[in-house]
T-cell receptor, first 113, second 115 residues
């Protein structure tokens, strides 16, 4: 069964610390995405990837890095976490043709104190 | 940059009535438009989509309309039920270069189905 798995599901971090959010998909999808969801802003695209080794900036990439070491894994890295990065983060994967709805993970709730 | 605007932030309807959520997009090259439902505290789940080669698609009580000239698409939920209460997101697939597709979302519509 198609699945996108995020870890951790919940994370509390300190300001200035490094945070890594991980995402794994078993769907053999080329495209993977990281979004954040905030009240009043909906879902905003942070970074995306079209295959192993590629990362592309989305609409709000500042303060975030991404890594796609393999087809299955896509990480979001906050090198110096700030309270403004407190949010719910969603990873998704989708087919390479762009004509298929991305499948979402369950989300990671991140609090930066 | 490219945008998807979702016009209704909140929508309340009586059970059994229809609900309509409207979205517009800016990228004329967009060709695929999925819709998602998010229940409280949960992730997003795909509900229906439409491709640019058609202007209408129906799946049970859900109907999606696409007007390419106006760059507008809409979700119609007929005979609403309490379990339809959720946040609905529209989205558009954009191809910024030959290798990549990205999917951008509207801000969401919180649908309340009242008894």
């Amino acid at each position: 069964e198609a699945a996108v798995t995020q870890s951790p599901r919940n994370k509390v971090a300190v300001t200035g610390g490094k945070v890594t959010l991980s995402c794994n998909q078993t769907n053999n999808h080329n495209n993977m995405y990281w979004y954040r969801q905030d009240t009043g802003h909906g879902l905003r695209l942070i970074h995306y990837s079209y295959g192993a080794g590629s990362t592309e900036k989305g609409d709000i990439p500042d303060g975030y890095k991404a890594s796609r070491p393999s087809q299955e894994n896509f990480s979001l890295i906050l090198e110096l976490a700030t309270p403004s990065q407190t949010s719910v983060y969603f990873c998704a994967s989708g087919a390479g043709t762009g004509g298929q709805a991305p499948l979402f993970g369950e989300g990671t709730r991140l609090s930066v104190l | 940059g490219e945008k998807v605007e979702q016009h209704e932030s909140t929508l309340s309807v009586r059970e059994g009535d229809s609900a309509v959520i409207n979205c517009t997009y800016t990228d004329t090259a967009s060709s695929y438009f999925p819709w998602y439902k998010q229940e409280a505290g949960k992730s997003l789940h795909f509900v229906i989509d439409i491709r640019s080669n058609v202007d209408r698609k129906q799946s049970q009580r859900l109907i999606v309309l696409l007007d390419k000239k106006a760059k507008r698409f809409s979700l119609h939920i007929t005979a609403t039920q309490p379990e339809d209460s959720a946040i609905y997101f529209c989205a558009a697939s954009i191809r910024p270069d030959t290798n990549a597709y990205k999917v951008i979302f509207g801000k969401g519509t919180h649908l309340h189905v009242l008894p």
